[in-house]
């Protein structure tokens, strides 16, 4: 039988069973994103970062070839969140 907090909230994120998790939010991929603007794209990563942080959600991150073409994680992301894996 299902949990009956479950079953009142069913529609709401459960912070005990959340992970965030972070694509490749590399500075280059920032450049091949055209659909909003860069400023709007980071704000919006930092929100998330942000909102994260203050519900102590776990945050994994990835990204491919650091030192490639692509470059590392926005800065913002480890200031926010420097235990993100």
Partial sequence: MANE????????????DTVIL?????SGLF??????????????????????RLLNLP????ASALDGP???LIPEIGEILPEAV
């Fill in 22 to 26: 972070l694509i490749d939010h590399q």
């Fill in 70 to 72: 692509n470059g590392p």
């Fill in 31 to 52: 450049q091949t994103v055209k659909d909003l603007e860069q400023e709007e794209l980071r704000g919006n990563v930092v929100a998330l970062a942000k909102l994260a």
């Fill in 5 to 16: 907090k479950y079953k009142r909230h069913s529609a709401m994120i459960d912070p005990d």
């Fill in 59 to 62: 945050v994994i991150t990835t």
